[in-house]
Every structure is written in structure tokens, then in C-alpha cells.
């Protein structure tokens, strides 16, 4: 049974940083991972998502140059690293699995396969 897990959300002001990881367990072998985030009422949106070998990566607009995803293969747990946060980041942050790389099926939440139960990051002013 694949366990998607969350950690390092929580409260933080404008322009401070934040790590947030996603550890994975029972996850089988060559699927990418990505970050997602969500609002009450709004779609949930794809972040950043990184392949098994690390080899690409890719953002959305929104947070490019300030996010940065990463991934310990040998822990299989993967890392978004939130940097210059703003009030507009707050939300609910999912880490989600997927066995196809495609980054325009991507942005579809029904083409990822597995997910986390999510992590509130809030940024205050």
C-alpha cells in the first residue's frame, strides 16, 4: 500500500522560508512526485513536480525562483523548499505520486495516482 506523508507546514510571516517534505512509503520504483496546493473553492494546483531520477523539474509560474523541489532517492521522500514566501502561497499543500511524466497531463489532479492528506502552510503579514 503506497503512504504519501506530509510534514513541516505551519505558520510563518511574509518573505520567511519554509521546507516542507513528503515521505513516501511502498511507492514502487520510476514514479515522479510533485507538490500541489489548494484553497477552499479553488482547484488545487500543481506546484512543482520532480522525476525519479531527478532529472527534471518543473514549477508553476507562480513560484518559479522561489520554490525549489528536491528528492532523496534513498529515502524516497521529496522536499519543496519555499523561499520569499507570500500571502498568496497560503494554502493547503499536497504531495502527490504519478507514474507518467507529461507535463501538461500534469496539471490535471485525475493523472497523478497517489496522494498525501496535505499540509496547511499560512503566511501572514
Known amino acids: 500500500q503506497v503512504q504519501l506523508v506530509e510534514s513541516g507546514g505551519g505558520l510563518v510571516q511574509t518573505g520567511d522560508s519554509l521546507k516542507l517534505s513528503c515521505a513516501a512509503s511502498g511507492l514502487p520504483s520510476g514514479y515522479s512526485m510533485g507538490w500541489f496546493r489548494q484553497n477552499p473553492g479553488k482547484e488545487r494546483e500543481l506546484v512543482a513536480a520532480i522525476t525519479s531520477r531527478r532529472d527534471r523539474t518543473t514549477y508553476s509560474d507562480s513560484v518559479k525562483g522561489r520554490f525549489t523541489i528536491s528528492r532523496d532517492g534513498a529515502k524516497n521522500t521529496i522536499y519543496l523548499q519555499m523561499n520569499s514566501l507570500k500571502l498568496e502561497d497560503t494554502a493547503t499543500y499536497y504531495c502527490?505520486?504519478?507514474?507518467?511524466?507529461?507535463?501538461?497531463?500534469?496539471?490535471?489532479?485525475?493523472?497523478?495516482?497517489?496522494w498525501g492528506q496535505g499540509t496547511q502552510v499560512t503566511v501572514s503579514s
Open positions: 502527490a505520486a504519478v507514474r507518467v511524466w507529461s507535463p501538461t497531463l500534469m496539471q490535471s489532479t485525475t493523472h497523478w495516482d497517489y
